[in-house]
């Protein structure tokens, strides 16, 4: 397989060929160095070298009634993990304040629920007002199903952008949630869209999928012109019913983050949940397909510290800080 070729079919903007993205995702570990090598050219060309920080906070945890596989905070988990209504405005902001002293550039917050309540999306939006007003920090919200009215609330109170992951593809989605489906997922990441907030969608890599599983879902993703997409890892929780799915090598993980760096060349790719556990001693070359990371922990599982994320990036060559466009060859 001649990665540079794929490299330059992604760099001319094209989508790659099955054949190519099967040869990414099954490339043989000697190939290891020629694969990210190539796969940094399509990344440099948009991002240089600078990396992005963000922290999430888990705003409302637990009590979700959807049945998601991977999840411990789903309906199905019987994980022992703390369980609280949404948090208070005066929390939420001193979670931001906290997130900007760690450098993060963008402050994420998250709820588990099916949707947020009409009352949660009125806190949500006093928490979001107080934030932009005091701390320099962009803002982005995850929760749940969101329909246009409520995606425009939060528009108007000054958030930036809205996550709401795919996590797999159309195929295998009803083998890891029921009670409700891909499209509904999609149909909250277009109602974002039309109340003109940025996107952040991606996937949940190591579920049991198929290879062709995450190209359909890198295809798609493609396809509704996402602003952001965070690449995570399956992290197996005890009292899941994903806890024995352990499909995931370092070697696996780089595979996939070059795979959606060539399929979306010009588009944000974060390293995210799951990186710690699956690429372990490998975690700084996932940064070269991938431009951004979370840091300070995850929702339930704890995540790398902010000083050692720093350290990491600035060991391997690169910049802290927002990325430059630049333009692609």
């Not at 009670?179 to 969608?201: I, K």
């Not at 993703?221 to 197996?236: C, E, K, T």
């Not at 990186?275 to 300070?296: D, H, K, M, T, W």
Request: proline letters at 5%; one cysteine or more.
């Amino acid at each position: 397989m001649d990665y540079q070729t794929i490299a330059e079919c992604s760099l001319a903007g094209n989508l790659l060929t099955t054949e190519q993205a099967l040869g990414v995702l099954q490339a043989p570990a000697e190939d290891l160095f020629d694969l990210l090598g190539a796969a940094f050219r399509v990344r440099r060309a948009t991002f240089g070298t600078r990396v992005q920080f963000h922290v999430l906070m888990n705003a409302k945890s637990g009590f979700c009634p959807e049945d998601c596989g991977y999840c411990s905070q789903s309906s199905m988990s019987t994980t022992e993990i703390d369980r609280y209504p949404l948090r208070s405005m005066d929390e939420m902001l001193q979670a931001a304040r906290k997130a900007h002293r760690a450098g993060a550039h963008r402050f994420c917050l998250v709820i588990s629920a099916r949707g947020a309540t009409t009352p949660e999306i009125e806190r949500i939006v006093a928490a979001v007002e107080a934030i932009k007003a005091e701390v320099p920090i962009e803002v982005c919200c995850s929760l749940g199903l969101l329909t246009l009215e409520k995606a425009q609330q939060l528009k108007a109170a000054g958030v930036d952008r809205v996550n709401h992951n795919l996590n797999t593809s159309a195929r295998y989605y009803p083998a890891i949630c029921s009670t409700h489906s891909f499209a509904d997922r999609v149909a909250t990441v277009e109602a974002a869209q039309a109340a003109r907030l940025a996107t952040c969608s991606g996937v949940l890599a190591g579920m049991g999928e198929t290879d062709h599983d995450l190209i359909e879902v890198a295809s798609v993703l493609r396809g509704l012109a996402v602003d952001s997409v965070p690449v995570n890892f399956l992290h197996p929780v005890a009292g899941t019913p994903l806890a024995d799915v352990k499909d995931l090598t370092p070697w696996r993980c780089l595979k996939i983050l070059c795979l959606f760096r060539f399929m979306l060349p010009k588009t944000e790719i974060r390293v995210a949940g799951g990186r710690e556990v699956n690429l372990r001693s490998l975690q700084p070359l996932a940064l070269y397909p991938g431009n951004s990371l979370f840091i300070e922990g995850y929702l339930t599982t704890p995540g790398q510290a902010a000083a050692d994320a720093i350290r990491m990036v600035q060991d391997l060559g690169f910049e802290v800080g927002d990325p430059v466009p630049m333009n692609a060859p």
